[in-house]
């Protein structure tokens, strides 16, 4: 009883498919990266205002709490 192999072919048509899906996907990550970091997106500018809001009305209630402690 003998194991079967299956022999992958060396069909330059093969090799171009597959440096081609290598290279989309490379294309796709890079894009990705580039999107999200870019300081032109819309939804990272709005994230960090609200971050920005946020930090700001934390910093005021801690403020308002360092008060009280001071009048006890």
């Keep these: 009883m003998s194991i079967p192999f299956y022999d992958f072919p060396s069909s330059p048509i093969l090799i171009i498919g597959a440096l081609g899906i290598a ?3 490379a294309v796709f990550f890079v894009s990705y990266q580039k999107y999200f970091n ?3 997106n819309k939804e990272l500018a709005d994230k960090k205002k609200a971050l920005i809001k946020e930090q700001k009305e934390l ?5 308002k709490i ?4 001071k009048n006890l």
């Design 23 to 25: 290279v989309a996907v």
């Design 38 to 40: 870019s300081p032109l």
């Design 59 to 63: 910093n005021e209630r801690l403020e």
């Design 66 to 69: 360092e008060q009280d402690l």
